[in-house]
Each structure stands twice: as C-alpha cells, then as structure tokens.
DNA sequence: CTCTTAATGAAAAGGTTTTTCAGTAAAGAT
DNA sequence: ATCTTTACTGAAAAACCTTTTCATTAAGAG
C-alpha cells in the first residue's frame, strides 16, 4: 500500500480500484495534469474508469493535501501531487513541467509591509511563477 | 472622454454606448466583479446591453491593461480596475474588496533564488493575497 | 460469506465562456 | 448633414468544465 492510500484509509475511504489508477497517475506526475488527461492515463491501468470518478478522487486527494491545484490562463485547474507545507508552483510556459518551492520567508516581508499599510488582516496567498524550464530554454536558444 | 476611452480610441477601437457602460462600472469598482454582475450593474445605464458584449468587451480592456483578472477558488474570474505596472491583488474574503500592491521588489529575491535551485528563468508571475479588510475586522471583533 | 453502505459510472444538469450570424451603428469620407 | 464601410452588437447556440442524480457495484467489517 502507498503512502498515499495509508492517509486515504486513515481518512475512513475506501482504496478501489479507481482510486489507485487515479493516484497512481498523480503520484509521479512532474506537470499539472487536466482531469480529462489524468482520465486517459489511468484508463489505461482501469479501462472502465469514469471522468466523474476522477473529480471526486481529486476533491478527496486536495482535501487531504495530496494535490495542489493550480490555475491556467484558460481557466481550468491542473493537478500537481502535493509535497508537505505551504509551497508553490514553478511551471514551464512551453512543456508545462512544473516543479514547487517555498516563498515563505521572502513572502513574510511583503505581508507585513502591505498588511501595515492596507490595514487588511492577510491570511492565506496564492503565488505561482511562470517561466521556462532548462530543456525548453535549451531548445529555444 | 475618460482616460479608458482615449486609450480604446488610441486603439483604433469604437466608442460605442455598451462599451462606455461596462468602463463605468469596472473604472469605479473597489471589489473584483464577475462578468454577470459587471452586466447587471451596467444595465442601469445601458438597458439592452448584452452579457457577450460584457466578455468581449473585458477581454479588450485586459489586452489594454486597463483591467486585471482575479482568479476566484470556485474557478471563475473577477475583474478590477489595473492601476499602472505590475500590481497584485489583495482581496477580503468576507467582503470582496481588493486594493493593490506592488510586490516587485520582495518577490526579485525569491524570484532570483528559485531561478538559481531550479535553471528555470521566470519571466511572470501570479500573486493573490486573502484576508479580512480593515471593515471586516471590526465587525468580526 | 454476508451485510452494510461507500463508491462508481452513465446520464443529465448547471455554470461559465466562446462562436456564429444577421442586424446595427460608429466614424471617416463626401 | 448624408453616405459608406465595416467594426460592433445581441440572441441563440455551441463548447467547455464541473457537479448532481441515481441505480448498480464492490470494499471491508463482522
């Protein structure tokens, strides 16, 4: 049994065999995938596998903080596996490789500056960077 | 004729009567609004307006960078007034109401480091602050 | 193995955003 | 002021992504 599906028993849910095809696509996943792409990956592990499933395993692995999930231009929400802590992501513009890091102590510097200066009490941040990653610069220049 | 106006004319853009009601609501807003609220705001002014007028006629004002979208958890898009360069949102979560900030000089340095770690090079980045606004502190206090 | 009920998949519904297209009106030319 | 061009508009339909509904299936405790 993964690590993963020891926190989903520990949370009371059931490990079916939809849930392992869908975890087992995020767990080695080093770009934030569509639902409709994690759908035809684990399709092949579980034929049968339906795109209802899959939101409802994300809306699960999110809650437990196994993904994170990150905004697109266009509007919709890729997946990326979560690792421990408050991190963000990095994501190449070109082949959409992401990887995550921490802003925490720089961040910490700037909310305090705008919390003194707006008078908002600040609680929560969305940060994420685009850029492009060492391949796609490679094969750009 | 506003500034926003002088900036679509500058575009080769018309100045037309649903175009001039959308810019008043958005010129003024202190909250980002969504695209059906912007609609029944500008109804007031302009009765026949339509909601795909409002879409096409905020995404012309983003291409111009007159306004800024914020991404909203349930996945849809609020819109506010862009103040000049690159600015930041920071939005009350009881209430809604955002003001700006400048995050630029903080987010160089952290910029800087995840590019050494990872060979990324980073050229945007999305950053969303929440909290409670000054008014909403207090009724919550 | 049996039983309870959480989980599933298909279909339908719900929402936001975009496309299509015939009609309208802005603004430059006359 | 009027004409002419064509950018712009609104309504309807389409195209998405995501959630809800509901009958069926199967996980896992006893």
Chains 1, 2 share one sequence.
Not at 4 to 33: K, S
Not at 63 to 72: A, I, K, Q, T
Not at 103 to 122: K, M, S
């Amino acid at each position: 049994m993964t690590e993963w599906e020891q926190r989903l028993a520990g949370a009371g849910c059931r490990i079916t065999a939809p849930r392992r095809a869908v975890i087992a696509v995020l767990m080695n996943a080093d770009a934030p995938l569509l639902p409709q792409e994690i759908l035809e990956q684990a399709q092949t592990v579980h034929r049968k596998l339906g795109l209802v499933t899959v939101y409802r395993t994300l809306n699960l692995l999110s809650e437990l903080s196994l993904v994170r999930r990150v905004h697109r231009e266009d509007g919709c929400h890729g997946y990326l596996p979560a690792s421990a802590g408050h991190r963000h992501a990095l994501i190449c513009r070109n082949c959409h490789r992401a990887v995550e890091f921490t802003g925490h102590n720089d961040l910490h510097a700037l909310i305090e500056r705008v919390e003194a200066r707006t008078g908002y009490r600040v609680d929560d941040h969305l940060l994420q960077l685009l850029g492009l990653c060492p391949h796609c610069q490679e094969r750009e220049g």
